[in-house]
C-alpha cells in the first residue's frame, strides 16, 4: 500500500490530552507539528507510511466521512451532531470530558416553557432533537463562538454550548439548566477503510487497547 494513510486531528482543546495517546499507539507527528510558528495542515509521521492532518474539530468528522481521512480523533458532540452514516466510532477514548448543555440568563431560570423557543447554538440537529423531545419548536441561530452574548444582546432567550467548569456562563449571566450531551473524545473511523485496508483495522486495535485500562477503572 502505497498511498499514506490519512489521520485527521482537532485543533483546540482535545489534542493536548490525545498527543500522548496517539504516541503510545505509533501515530507520533514530525516535529514540524509541534512548531506554534508553523501554518501547514498537513504532517508527516516517524517511521511509517502516515500523515496527520490538523483542522476544525466539525471538519475531523466530514473528512473522515467522506474518505478524505482514514481515521480521526473528534468530540462524541460531533459525531453525534453530523450522524454520518459512513463514519463509524469504535473506541471511547476516555479524554476531553465535557458535556454540551442548555444555559440561560440567571433571571430567566423558572419561568414557564415557550412551544416555540429561539436557542442560540452551533449544534443545530442536536439542539433541535433535544426540545422537540420536551414538545418545543427550537429555532436554532447558528453561531460559531461568543454564544453567551445571544441572550443578553436579544439574539436568543438560550444557549446551547460545551461546558467544563460553568465558569464562562457565571461571568457572563448565565446558569447551567439541563445536560444534553455527556462528551468525550472518540476514534473514529472511514467504514470502507475500515474493510479494506487493514492500517485502519490495526490502528482501532491499538487504541482499543489503550483505552481499555481507563474503561476498566
Known sequence: MSNPLTFAVPKGRILDEALPLMARAGVVPEAGFHDKGNRALSFACE???MRVIRVRAFDVATFVAHGAAQVGIVGSDVVEEFAYPDLYAPVDLAIGHCRLSVAEPVGQVGAPLSSHLRV??????LTRRHFERMG????VVKLNGAMELAPGLGLASRIVDLVSTGRTLKDNGLVETSTILEISARLIVNRAALKTDA?????VEAFRALAAPAEAA
Do not use: I, W
Open 47 to 49: 517511521a511509517s507510511d
Open 120 to 125: 442560540a447554538s452551533k449544534y443545530p440537529n
Open 136 to 139: 418545543v419548536q427550537a429555532e
Open 199 to 203: 492500517r485502519v483495522g490495526a490502528l
